[in-house]
């Protein structure tokens, strides 16, 4: 008899454990855990862009919410050191990849792990959702390298330590316009800049007056070009000038000299190239018109044309290469998710990103909204998706060159070179040497703190 009421009790023992009912309320640092909010601040997606992630995250994390904003990019940098000023900053933001190193005393690197609360499934009979406290190990830098391109990892590790990871990674691409080609009697687009020097004439038209009616593409100039700054050292890595760090030997000047007079000529009337002027309105805008057959951009500037319904047939090319050169390059622009030092949730920001960036839950969002990947796993699928296979067939070969402390001054003092060679103010001949010098100099100044 006693043995079969030590067997009743030992079986409604095992049916308490195994049913969920012991384990509500256990784990103190559970009970003791109050729902975080994150505040997430961002400029070019919308709260329905990141739907997909921030829902993914949730799903498994509901006692973390994550608040996101987006702000008017002239705004943004202003936004923030204001809200940090009155320590009211977000917890987790995105910036251009080029602001990491600015920005690197603001940040806090993802650590090795992080303890978080997350909903389990608990019970054999009874079924029953709990919260937990789970601890995650985090990306590694070898994870890093395996899963993601090859610029990630030298775009985001400063010494040793991950201060960013992205969602998505964006490279320039020749956007043309099918009808203006047609009717110049030009059967393909260009690959290569050779080809862009052939078809110049055929697609520019001027008046009687040599004023530009419609263009071939929009270079030579910085204020009404955006991101000309991309666009110029693009060329510049493909013609092999030396730009990290930016120091010229006497071949690297020349080199340099050389690439910066290609990209002046086209607006330089009497050149073959000659198909822009300084004066002339934004080039998107521009291609938009249908008043330029080629333009120089990225993917938002395809979502772009897509909203705006322009009235005639357009497609996207690889960014142009030198002919006879061996292997590609392409220039990078992106955006990383990084964390405030300042946030009192460090650890829950940094789960957050870490689980989103990864292919599980990133790659809804890079489908929904037309994005290139970051992650090496994804590239064959969107190979074959053509909404996207020209921005992702350069992943494997794009590169951010630029890693100082202060894009803006850099962006600066290129634009203020260029304007200073279309004003007159300098030529690139041998007495303009030292002026070149000077600029190369400056440039080399914002890679220190």
Known sequence: MKRF???????????????????????????????????????????????????GFQASHPAI?????NFNYDEYEMELLEAW???????????????????????????????????????????ETITVMKEYGTISLR????????????????????????????????????????????PEPIRDFHDLIDQAPK?????????ILQGAIALGAADNIPRFFDILFNIM?????????????????????????????????GKASYSW????PNAFEQFINGKLAYFFGYSY???????????????????PQTRGSEGTKYYANYWVNVVAKKSKNTDIAWSFIDATASQKIVEGYLKDNNKPTALKSLIEKQLDDDDVYIFTSQVLTADNWYKGYDIATAEKYTADLINDILNGEINLGPESLDLLNVFVQRINNTYHK
């Open 143 to 186: 994870d890093l390298k395996n899963r993601f391109v090859e610029t990630v990892f030298e775009d985001v590790v400063i010494n040793g330590q991950i201060y960013g990871l992205p969602y998505y990674l964006d490279s320039l691409v020749t956007f043309y316009n099918e009808d203006i080609l047609t009717m110049a009697g030009v």
């Open 65 to 69: 919410k994550i608040k996101y904003r």
């Open 237 to 269: 890595m493909l013609n092999g000038v030396t730009l990290e760090p930016f120091y010229l030997d006497e071949e690297g000047m020349e080199k340099f000299v050389q690439t910066l007079g290609f990209y002046m000529d086209f607006t330089k009337p």
């Open 301 to 319: 500037h395809a979502d772009e044309l897509r909203k705006r319904g322009v009235q005639f047939d357009w497609n996207v090319v690889n960014f």
């Open 203 to 211: 697609l520019t038209k001027v008046d009687t007056e040599g004023n």
């Open 85 to 127: 000023a009155d320590d009211r900053g977000p917890d987790l933001f995105l910036i251009p990849v080029t602001w990491l190193r600015e920005y690197e005393h603001r940040l806090e690197p993802i650590p090795r792990s992080v303890k978080i609360p997350t909903k389990e499934v608990v019970g054999t009979i009874k079924k």
């Open 5 to 55: 009421k030590l067997r009743i009790i030992l079986l409604l023992f095992i049916f308490f454990i195994s049913s969920g009912l012991g384990c509500k309320g256990t784990d103190k640092e559970v009970k003791d855990f109050k729902p975080v909010t994150l505040e997430y601040w961002g400029v070019w997606d919308t709260k329905e862009q990141l739907s997909s992630i921030i829902e």
């Open 277 to 280: 002027d300084k004066d002339l």
